[in-house]
């Protein structure tokens, strides 16, 4: 793809042109202009509430009609921790959240509503059955996992990625390897419902292998997590690795925006608002580049704290700002998505239905524009500009108002979002 040079970084072309191709066989999320808004329906302790797909059944009328249209699940299929990330037997999809019939009822419910399900793939890595690497369900042998991996048995080519010392580093160079994560990709479409990928770890491996894989499954959606340090002091090294890894998968997967969350935490943690305007006047993370492939968050079961409720502490947005953080997000473009303990869990959700529905009665999409009113000491002000109208919204203790003509939809501790 060509690049062109932006702030010191390399971008794709067409982000830095303001422009989205198009890689899929058809207009989707990722092509931009896109009103989609995911919830994370799963924290990491999920399996301490028994038949957690029963729990996602349940509130399927209220997911849809809370303004949804994506849910994420967790990894779905065996695995040798409760939480799903040491994936076995990839072909059994009974695990510690309940039933593979269950699965289906909690997919099929929310098909009913018309929205996706998002299925977990983890395919950086793998254990064996009982031992090391005696996979199962498909079947491999030591050639696939990559040389240097932690089991000395390992016979595959060179990891293409960082290692994963828990479990065993899967080969995605081998075309056996590979010809069998798109059969098992494309039978979980077929007979258990999902319609698109979030992908884990994907540090662990080259981009391309996710390009590779979506180009042989036709997913609705797919995100990767490409999770890495974040240095505050150059923030535009961080969202290039971001736009490398979707330049890598040939712009068929979008990527979870961390450049934003780690932006956004510190600005509303220590009133360094103007940490959210980069130095060409847009948004400093993801979104200011490449808006239409990045997926904005506030928490996820890794990064959310452990008290009150699910997450492993990892790297925390500051839980009483939660709703700054959500003022921003669901106001702004990306691919916004909510964590199912702040919407279910923490008493948020009434105010985050209310910016959805002001979001999607504006039409504020993954490619909309914005313009950065304030961004200082104090605060960070905004109006973002719809298709059917628009949105203003401001964080931080700073007094801001967008003057005549709006209506306020909704506010709180040192936020505020108007539309008009």
């Not at 510690?96 to 950086?124: C, F, M, R």
């Amino acid at each position: 793809m060509l690049k062109k040079k932006v702030l010191g970084g390399v971008v794709s072309l067409s982000c830095a042109l303001g422009l989205v191709a198009s890689f899929t066989a058809s207009a989707g999320p990722l092509d931009g202009n896109s009103s989609d808004v995911m919830l994370q329906a799963f924290h990491w302790r999920s399996t301490e509430t028994s038949a957690w797909w029963g729990v996602i059944q349940g509130k399927a009328a209220d997911i849809k009609n809370s303004g949804f249209t994506m849910v994420w699940f967790p990894p779905s299929g065996d695995s040798a921790a409760n939480e799903g990330y040491l994936p076995r037997q990839l072909y059994v999809q009974s695990s510690s959240y309940g039933t593979e019939a269950q699965l289906k009822g909690a997919i099929g419910s929310l098909h009913t509503y018309g929205v996706k399900a998002i299925a977990d793939i983890v395919v950086n890595h793998r254990v064996g059955t009982s031992n090391w690497a005696d996979f199962t369900n498909p079947t491999w042998g030591s050639w696939a996992v990559a040389k240097g991996d932690e089991w000395t048995g390992a016979t595959g080519n060179a990891d293409t990625g960082d290692g994963f010392n828990a479990a065993r580093d899967l080969d995605h160079t081998n075309g056996t390897v590979q010809t069998d994560v798109k059969a098992w990709m494309n039978w979980l479409k077929s007979s258990i419902g999902y319609d698109g990928w979030r992908y884990d770890y994907v540090k662990g491996y080259n981009g391309s292998y996710v390009g590779n894989y979506n180009t042989g499954t036709v997913p609705y959606f797919s995100v990767g997590e490409l999770w890495t340090d974040l240095n505050l002091g150059n923030p535009d090294a961080h969202r290039q690795q971001i736009m490398n890894w979707i330049d890598a998968t040939a712009g068929k997967s979008a990527a979870f925006d961390f450049t934003t969350k780690g932006i956004l935490q510190q600005a509303v943690q220590y009133n360094e608002f103007w940490r959210l305007k980069d130095s060409a006047g847009k948004p400093s993370g993801a979104i200011g580049w490449w808006a239409a492939k990045s997926v904005t968050f506030i928490d996820n079961h890794d990064t959310g704290p452990s008290h009150p409720s699910g997450g492993q502490n990892h790297w925390p947005f500051p839980s009483d700002k939660v709703m700054q953080g959500y003022a921003y997000i669901l106001t702004h473009p990306g691919i916004p998505c909510v964590y199912w303990v702040h919407f279910y869990d923490w008493g948020n959700a009434a105010a985050i239905k209310s910016l959805i529905a002001a979001r999607k009665e504006k039409g504020v999409t993954s490619t909309s524009a914005v313009s950065i009113q304030a961004a200082d000491t104090t605060k960070y002000a905004a109006i973002i500009t719809g298709n059917s109208g628009s949105l203003a919204m401001k964080v931080g203790p700073g007094a801001w108002s967008p003057g005549t003509g709006w209506t306020l939809v909704n506010s709180g501790t040192n936020w505020a979002v108007w539309k008009k």
